[in-house]
């Protein structure tokens, strides 16, 4: 009994070790990405994951030798990931690294909350530069009322949500993805 009560402590271990090297190798500015560490492993790219290539990613991307977890123990966590099938798809890998443990959840949103406070620092700056490059006139200096008559499409005086949403794409070429419709 206090073998098999140490096995299982140690596949729990094993499968913690494998779930922490998979989030540090999945971590990208904008968060965690599982999508990595599935295409990475998924030699063939046939959105399906083999027992093999389950091992060969452990050891080659995780850099887990076999003296740390044995071939047997990695046969085995991904028995217990497949839910005992052949194959694993990417739902059940993401769902086996999904963060559980809530220092780790913290940790990741606020790095992923400092990323995004410094991307939309830099891009606010950004755009304050292509709006006053825009403005300037050769002769005159800055005029950004020349600036904002361009952008005040109707002649209103105000700048509608639809107004600034056309003037950041189409003059200053901003896109989407760097100043979402919704900053």
Same mark, same amino acid.
């Given at each position: 009994?206090?073998?098999?009560?140490?096995?299982?402590?140690?596949?729990?271990?094993?499968?913690?070790?494998?779930?922490?090297?998979?989030?540090?190798?999945?971590?990208?500015?904008?968060?965690?990405?599982?999508d990595i560490v599935f295409n990475k492993f998924d030699k063939n790219h046939d959105s399906v994951m083999s027992k093999d290539e389950f091992r060969v990613g452990v050891r080659k991307i995780?850099?887990?030798?076999?003296?740390?977890?044995?071939?047997?123990?990695?046969?085995?966590?991904?028995?217990?990931?497949?839910?005992?099938?052949?194959?694993?798809?990417?739902?059940?890998?993401?769902?086996? %690294? @999904?963060?559980?443990?809530? $220092?780790?959840?913290? =940790?990741?949103?606020?790095?992923?909350? /400092?990323?995004?406070? !410094? +991307?939309?620092?830099?891009?606010?700056?950004?755009?304050?530069?292509?709006?006053?490059?825009?403005?300037?006139?050769?002769?005159?200096?800055?005029?950004?009322?020349?600036?904002?008559?361009?952008?005040?499409?109707?002649?209103?005086?105000?700048?509608? %949500? @639809?107004?600034?949403?056309? $003037?950041?794409?189409? =003059?200053?070429?901003?896109?989407?993805? /760097?100043?979402?419709? !919704? +900053?």
């Open positions: 009994e206090d073998e098999s009560r140490a096995n299982k402590q140690k596949l729990k271990e094993s499968v913690e070790k494998i779930r922490k090297r998979a989030r540090a190798y999945c971590f990208t500015s904008k968060g965690q990405n599982f995780f850099r887990i030798p076999p003296l740390e977890l044995s071939d047997k123990e990695v046969n085995e966590i991904f028995a217990m990931i497949s839910e005992q099938t052949d194959e694993l798809r990417m739902e059940t890998f993401s769902a086996f %690294l @999904g963060v559980e443990d809530d $220092a780790t959840d913290v =940790y990741a949103a606020a790095w992923q909350h /400092v990323d995004k406070k !410094k +991307e939309r620092n830099r891009v606010m700056r950004a755009f304050a530069m292509k709006v006053k490059k825009r403005s300037l006139c050769s002769h005159k200096g800055t005029d950004l009322e020349q600036v904002f008559n361009l952008f005040d499409r109707d002649g209103s005086g105000t700048l509608t %949500l @639809g107004e600034l949403n056309e $003037a950041v794409r189409r =003059y200053l070429h901003i896109p989407e993805d /760097v100043i979402s419709r !919704k +900053e």
